[in-house]
């Protein structure tokens, strides 16, 4: 029973607790100091923007607003028809 709640947990809360360890490590880069660390801090950061990208454009794709109206309608209006 306890594998089975670990599970769940980390694939509820997996990824958005690897986000923020990677943003306060990247933020605590840049603290830190300059040159090398400063290079770090960019890596480190852009590692959120890129998951927060790549599923934004994920998430409006499939959900487009307005097309999904249109086809329900459409279909709807299909349906009576043949009614």
């Not at 959120?48 to 994920?58: L, R």
């Not at 959900?63 to 349906?79: F, L, N, W, Y």
């Given at each position: 029973?306890?594998?089975?709640q ?49 599923h ?9 607003v ?18």
């Amino acid at each position: 029973m306890q594998t089975n709640q670990q599970h769940t947990f980390l694939k509820l809360w997996g990824i958005p607790v690897f986000l923020f360890v990677i943003t306060i490590a990247g933020l605590l880069l840049a603290i830190i100091g300059t040159g090398i660390w400063h290079g770090l801090s960019w890596i480190t950061l852009s590692i959120p923007v890129y998951f927060t990208v790549k599923h934004g454009k994920a998430f409006l794709s499939s959900h487009a607003v307005g097309e999904g109206d249109q086809k329900q309608k459409s279909s709807q209006k299909a349906k009576g028809r043949r009614q």
